[in-house]
């Protein structure tokens, strides 16, 4: 499958959609309580405090590391989401057994990179562990994924939407890029789908790919006065827009597959292929701190930091600013340490 024909079937939220309803009419779950959004990653906090003013006698590093084990998770129990059985899934079983199977092994690696990220905020509210192949089907799981739609990210977001659920969106930083807060933005976006929708994960997804207002107009016509539930999709499919008619049909195929694979250790075609978790330190730089002096610093490539950081589109932090960026885990330290140095020299040699 190619990544058009991934992102032929991203979310689509048209503007009229995206203000159907107020930030007032969303419901701000119990779990936030925890504001936790790093996701299982290895997270380090290194203020570089020469940078804000002091001597650097004084330079220090200030490194606090998160205890994962100790983040508050959700006491709601946690459901699955209903693999029914129907043609329209079983087309997608054959294609991803067949045509398009090396196609989907190499997507189920690629799925390791952020599964971490996505999994542990889908446990810290109690979300069905299902919707991690939701950006399967968006993105191919990439960050720097844009539909022809314009939609950006993982998760597909697109602008209007992007700027509702709070991600700053402008010429320095794309936050529909960023892995960490994407997620936790898609999550929030599906939980109140499926809080609107009567509380079915199916229709939640179809309004997430196709716009709720778009899905609530095809209800009031074609369902008016039945429940909203998951059996109620597979009445409307056929009114749907053609990409949401596949979307929640492949999301159950890709899901059943995968599971399948887990269950019977299935050895992949692309076991030379390997993809590291998405984990990270994170250090404060000024404004205008390139990605590349960063990588300089710690004789890593420039890649490397690109790949921890695809919301910085300029490939450098936003000026007038104290920002942060992501590091390869364990380097937080150093990284302030030769860049507080390199500094220092400059600032001698002036």
């Known amino acids: 499958m190619s990544a058009d024909d991934l992102r032929g079937l991203s979310a689509r939220v048209d503007s009229l959609d995206s203000h159907d309803e107020s930030s007032q009419d969303r419901r701000e779950p119990l779990w936030r309580l925890a504001r936790f959004r790093v996701g299982l990653v290895a997270v380090s906090l290194t203020v570089p405090v020469a940078w804000i003013g002091q001597q650097a006698t004084t330079r220090s590093a200030y490194l606090e590391t998160v205890n994962l084990d100790a ?18 899934v079983d087309k997608w079983l054959e294609a991803f ?65 992007a700027l509702q659920y709070g991600l700053r969106v402008d010429p ?12 936790d933005a898609a999550l929030d976006y599906l939980d109140y789908l499926h809080n609107r929708f009567g509380g079915s994960w199916y229709l939640a997804a179809a309004a ?38 596949e979307y929640i049909p492949k999301m159950i195929a890709v899901t059943r597959l995968a599971k399948e694979a887990e269950a019977q250790s299935e050895v992949s075609d692309f076991e030379s292929y390997t993809v590291t978790p998405y984990r990270y330190d994170n250090i404060f730089v000024p404004g205008g701190t390139t990605l590349r002096s960063v990588a300089e610093a710690l004789n890593a490539s420039a890649e490397l930091l690109v790949a921890l950081n ?14 942060g960026i992501r590091v390869p885990v364990g380097s937080g330290a150093v990284a302030v340490a030769m860049l507080s140095l390199d500094l220092s020299v400059r600032r001698a040699d002036d």
């Open 71 to 88: 983040v508050m998770v959700s006491d709601a129990p946690r459901r699955s989401i209903p693999l029914d059985v129907h043609p329209r």
């Open 97 to 161: 057994q067949t045509t398009r199977r090396d196609e989907f092994a190499h997507l189920l690696i690629k799925k390791n990179r952020f599964d971490e990220v996505i999994q542990s905020n889908l446990r810290m509210r109690g979300m069905p562990e299902e919707l991690v192949y939701i950006p399967m089907i968006e993105s191919e799981y990439s960050p720097f994924a844009v539909s022809r739609a314009s939609a950006v990210g993982l998760w597909q977001f697109m602008s209007p939407t």
């Open 172 to 183: 320095f930083v794309d936050e529909r890029r960023d892995p960490i807060r994407a997620t």
């Open 208 to 245: 997430f790919n196709a716009g709720p207002g778009r899905l609530e107009r095809v209800l009031n016509r074609r369902a008016a006065g039945k429940e909203w539930n998951d059996a109620l999709f597979w009445d409307i499919v056929d009114y749907l827009p053609r990409e949401t008619r």
């Open 310 to 323: 695809p919301h910085l589109t300029q490939r450098m932090t936003p000026p007038g600013e104290m920002y």
